[in-house]
């Protein structure tokens, strides 16, 4: 009897205590504790004014540009987490990830960030991260380019080095299938809810035509009449940096017209179209992105802020570059 009593509570015990680690466990993973919108509210108040202005000039300068910031964010967050580590300058001692496969002759926007940093730094000295910038800038162009918005978090601070095999791992191609996407997004702890909303990034900005030559000369799952147009610019060989519209109607309006072209078989990128391509895990979303662009724009938002968090420094991990391009 008493031994029976004893060993219930113990269980009780037990379980509570599971619970209790269970719960630390998720609420750990899921949100960004040390993140936070109001991180720099009194350290510097202008930070977000000032980045918001800039990112206003350079779109108003170059439409293209709001996507290129977009993407920056994406290829800073995806190689050992949003850090900076994507901004940092090669130099005779040191390869950063400007070279990798998925960024030479690729990302753009550099100085951009410079010009955003510059004010920063004049503004509050040493207080805004690199890598915050690029969070911010990537919010502000899907805004300014009539998407969603949604509140940065804040207080990611920068690294001091970066990985060039970490980026061409890391980075998905685009001749990647649905698999490959759904694993290289799951390995940052993004579901396939995320990977279908954050493909609709696509909506803005241009490929070359190497990203998609492949598609349009080897695929049966794209339209030929598409496939015949962009074959008149971007030949079997050579033309390697003609650029083409990833969302072929509105490449500067973040809208939901990437997923409308999903479902005609007109998705730029052979990765594109494997999102539409008859899985059931992926379909639905697409037919359902396509069908309601408010659907999209939360889903959007929520994923790019878990985008956001993915391993962030903190605390007394790495600086504060006083230059993006260079380890202080
Ligand atoms: C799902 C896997 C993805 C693949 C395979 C992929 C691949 C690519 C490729 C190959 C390009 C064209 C690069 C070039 O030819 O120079 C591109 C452009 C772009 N990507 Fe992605 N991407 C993916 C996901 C994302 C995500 C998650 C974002 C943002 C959150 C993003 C944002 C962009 C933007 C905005 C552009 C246009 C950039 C510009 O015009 O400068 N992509 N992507
Ligand atoms: C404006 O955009 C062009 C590319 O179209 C670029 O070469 C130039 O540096 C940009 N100017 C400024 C001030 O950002
Ligand atoms: C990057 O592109 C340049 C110019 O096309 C090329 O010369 C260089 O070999 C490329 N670098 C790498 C690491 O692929
Ligand atoms: C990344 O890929 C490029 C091009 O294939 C290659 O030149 C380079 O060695 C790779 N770098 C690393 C560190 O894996
Ligand atoms: C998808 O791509 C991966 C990596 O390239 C490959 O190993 C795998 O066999 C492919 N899967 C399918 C279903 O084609
Ligand atoms: C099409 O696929 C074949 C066989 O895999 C390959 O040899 C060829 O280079 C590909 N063509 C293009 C334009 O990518
Ligand atoms: C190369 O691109 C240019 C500019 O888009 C285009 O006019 C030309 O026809 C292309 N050349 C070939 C051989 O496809
Ligand atoms: C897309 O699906 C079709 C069959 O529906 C298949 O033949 C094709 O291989 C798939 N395409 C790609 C690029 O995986
Ligand atoms: C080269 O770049 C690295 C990373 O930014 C930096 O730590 C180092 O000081 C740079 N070296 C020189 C000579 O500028």
Request: net charge positive; proline share 4%.
């Amino acid at each position: 009897m008493i031994g029976n009593k004893f060993a219930l509570t113990n269980m009780a015990l037990f379980r509570s205590l599971l619970l209790i680690i269970l719960i630390v466990a998720v609420s750990s993973c899921q949100t960004n504790a040390q993140l936070s919108p109001n991180y720099y509210s009194s350290t510097c108040p202008q930070a977000l004014s000032i980045v918001k202005a800039e990112v206003a000039s350079a779109i108003k300068n170059e439409t293209r540009i709001g996507a290129s910031l977009l993407r920056l964010h994406f290829h800073d967050c995806f190689v050992n987490g949003c850090d900076g580590s994507v901004l940092l300058d090669d130099n005779s001692t040191f390869i950063g990830e400007k070279t990798a496969v998925p960024n030479n002759n690729s990302a753009r926007g550099f100085n951009v960030v410079d010009n955003i940093k510059a004010r920063l730094e004049k503004a509050c000295p040493g207080v805004v991260s690199c890598a915050d910038i690029l969070a911010i800038a990537a919010r502000d162009s899907v805004v300014r380019l009539g998407g969603p918005s949604w509140k940065v978090r804040l207080g990611r601070r920068d690294s001091t080095s970066a990985s060039r095999s970490a980026a061409n791992a890391s980075i998905p191609p685009p001749t990647s299938n649905l698999s490959a996407l759904i694993s290289s997004f799951s390995a940052q702890g993004l579901s396939i809810k995320n990977l279908v909303a954050l493909s609709g990034s696509h909506t803005i900005g241009l490929a070359r035509c190497t990203s998609f030559r492949s598609h349009i000369y080897n695929d049966s799952n794209i339209d030929p009449s598409f496939a015949n147009s962009l074959r008149r610019i971007c030949p079997r060989s050579g033309n390697d940096s003609v650029l083409a519209p990833l969302d072929r109607q509105t490449p500067t309006s973040f809208d939901n017209l990437y997923y409308k072209n999903l479902l005609e078989k007109k998705g730029l990128l052979h990765s594109d179209q494997e999102i539409f391509n008859g899985s059931s895990l992926t379909d639905g979303l697409v037919k359902m992105y396509a069908a309601d662009t408010s659907l999209l724009f939360k889903e959007f938002a929520k994923s790019m802020i878990k985008m956001g968090n993915i391993k962030p420094l903190t605390g007394n991990a790495g600086e504060i570059r006083i230059n993006c391009r260079k380890a202080n």
